[in-house]
């Protein structure tokens, strides 16, 4: 019996990405402790959701479907996942470390008794199972082990590759579980409009820094830029505090989210150790500065020291040219 | 009202990190300590439901006579006064951390609302509200970036910083929430309230006091090191060099 339950991330009735990367996670735990693993989805009207996990070579995929989950909250969410756990037996449930993982997980390990290892980006090389995670601005690499009989892991899905459909049919499994009293209610959610890729998701991503004034010349400047490479915009944590025009959950960084594209921008960006903490996995990073001792050079491939507002609108005409 | 913030001290993050020649822990020789950020939004924004509410904000550390400097930083913004749970040990996981809290928030009593940072910029964990609260059974509003607490404090309003977007909750009180950097800017201790926080209570406990006597921890670190450094590339000296770096070198474009 397969003894790994993988929990989805999905948002408006679509699969998030990021739940294919844990599936890699809990791939390389079953190929140490034997066995497979199942695929868990909590929500309010997640069948298409389900059917698109089917083909992933999970056992079964488990489902906590109805009106009580339609909105995420801790609690109810809480249950729900526990109530799959028990169901597929597991001793180790593996979500996502977005903001609902986060969110939910710890909650999760609390029901269970369980040890919960966050943000784990790989593991220790042998046939124990050790989880290797990052602590202090990614500046150390912990190796941690779990104690206990029931583990719970929050993955940092941009340090494993997603997992490849396999084909089959794995068979949707209802199962019932009881939300409980809950003492919250979601009241409202205020969308960040975009038609870009989405931060975690997209292979090229353009982060401005303080370096580009004000909000409204951040996005005269780095729009083109994005359109011209079919980017993902960022920012760093001084301009997301400073400029209201810059959302938050656009911030890079320790604090924020962790990103690991094929091509990283930073314009403007002097890199500060919380900010390199979430992107410096990135595959090639460049970095526009007009200081030439800005830290972001330490972990730039390409360095231009040169003024962002005379250099991105040369660039960006150039780039758009070499795409053809 | 009464308002409980967990505050906790972090190596200075800013300063680099160093570790032991074995590898089994941080060198915490010479290094300095200040309060975790997110602690200090926590306990700025227990201040500024005080100064609404009419509540008592006390606040919460874990750790050893060491950590009373950062207490009184604490005190000095406008903290009532302090419980230090005495633990010898200081690597604490998240879990043993949050059923410490959960037992100070019993022995306490009338507790309206435990507020925390969402994470310490050491472990970078970001659990111990969420366990505290399933601890606790209470409900919980993580990563808020506002919070609004209604005329009887019964319930709290809370925007949380999610993934593409805002998403606001209500609470029923008592509840648990975790504060994120942009929930306010907090404030700079005066230098009569400085010497004011000097008399402020510390009533300090231990785990027999609390009836804490599970100290087993769940997650054990098994090494620390530093990951492998990037190795810095060149300088390129035109956007023409860029460009054609990125297309026939790197090939990404």
Same mark, same amino acid.
């Given at each position: ?324 | ?47 500024? #439901?005080?100064?609404?509410? $009419? !509540?008592?904000?006390?606040? *919460? =550390?874990?750790?050893? @006579?060491?950590?009373?400097? %950062? +207490? ?74 506002? #919070?609004?607490?209604?005329? $009887? !404090?019964?319930?709290?309003? *809370? =925007?949380?910083?999610? @993934?593409?977007?805002?998403? %606001? +909750? ?84």
């Amino acid at each position: 019996m397969s003894n790994i339950l993988v929990i989805a991330e999905h948002h408006a009735g679509a699969l998030k990405k990021g739940t294919l990367a844990a599936i890699t996670l809990a791939k390389q735990i079953a190929a140490k402790v034997g066995g497979g693993f199942d695929l868990g989805v909590v929500g309010g009207g997640v069948a298409g959701v389900a059917a698109e996990l089917q083909g992933y070579g999970a056992g079964s995929v488990f489902v906590v479907d109805g009106p009580a989950f339609a909105d995420y909250l801790a609690q109810p969410y809480t249950k729900a996942v526990v109530a799959l756990a028990d169901k597929a037996g597991a001793s180790y449930v593996i979500s996502t470390a977005g903001t609902t993982g986060k969110d939910l997980l710890p909650r999760v390990a609390a029901a269970l008794g369980a040890g919960m290892v966050a943000d784990c980006v790989g593991l220790a090389e042998g046939d124990e199972v050790l989880f290797q995670r990052p602590m202090y601005a990614g500046n150390v690499m912990a190796t941690v082990r779990s104690k206990t009989a029931k583990t719970v892991v929050s993955v940092r899905t941009s340090d494993f590759d997603v997992a490849a459909a396999t084909g089959g049919q794995s068979p949707i499994v209802s199962v019932a579980a009881d939300g409980g009293e809950v003492a919250a209610r979601f009241v409202s959610f205020d969308a960040t409009e975009s038609e870009r890729p989405e931060l975690t998701e997209a292979d090229v991503i353009v982060t401005g820094g303080r370096g580009l004034k004000d909000g409204p010349t951040f996005w005269n400047m780095m729009n083109p830029l994005a359109d011209a490479l079919g980017a993902a915009i960022g920012a760093t944590r001084a301009v997301v505090d400073s400029w209201e025009e810059v959302p938050n959950d656009m911030q890079i960084g320790q604090t924020g989210k962790v990103v690991a594209p094929k091509l990283y921008i930073a314009v403007a960006v002097s890199g500060a150790i919380q900010h390199l903490a979430g992107m410096k996995n990135s595959k090639t990073i460049v970095a526009i500065n007009k200081d030439a001792d800005a830290p972001i050079f330490q972990v730039a491939d390409y360095g231009l020291v040169a003024d962002a507002f005379k250099t991105l609108p040369e660039l960006t005409e150039k780039l758009k040219a070499a795409r053809g | 009202m009464k308002v409980l913030v967990a505050f906790k001290r972090v190596i200075d993050p800013d300063a680099r990190i160093k570790l032991t020649a074995d590898g089994s822990a941080v060198n915490t020789e010479s290094v300095e300590y200040k309060a975790n950020p997110f602690c200090e939004n926590a306990l700025e924004a227990a201040l500024q #439901i005080a100064e609404e509410h $009419d !509540a008592e904000v006390v606040i *919460v =550390t874990i750790g050893g @006579d060491d950590t009373d400097q %950062t +207490i009184r930083a604490g005190l000095a913004m406008g903290a009532a006064r302090a419980i230090r749970v005495e633990v010898e040990d200081q690597d604490l996981d998240s879990d043993l951390a949050a059923r410490i809290l959960a037992a100070v928030y019993k022995e306490e009593g009338d507790v309206d609302l435990f507020i925390l940072g969402k994470q310490a910029v050491d472990g970078d964990n970001n659990q111990v509200g969420q366990l505290l609260a399933e601890y606790l059974g209470l409900p919980q509003a993580c990563f808020a970036s506002a #919070i609004t607490i209604d005329e $009887d !404090a019964s319930e709290a309003v *809370v =925007t949380r910083e999610v @993934d593409g977007g805002l998403e %606001t +909750i209500a609470i029923t009180l008592p509840g648990v929430i975790t504060a994120d950097l942009r929930l306010n800017t907090p404030r700079y201790a005066k230098l009569p309230d400085i010497m004011k926080a000097r008399r402020k209570t510390i009533a300090v406990m231990d785990l027999d006091d609390l009836g804490v006597d599970d100290t087993a921890l769940k997650i054990e670190v098994v090494r620390l090191e530093e990951p492998p450094k990037r190795q810095a590339g060149a300088l390129v000296e035109s956007v023409d060099e860029l460009v054609a770096k990125l297309k026939n070198e790197a090939r990404v474009l």
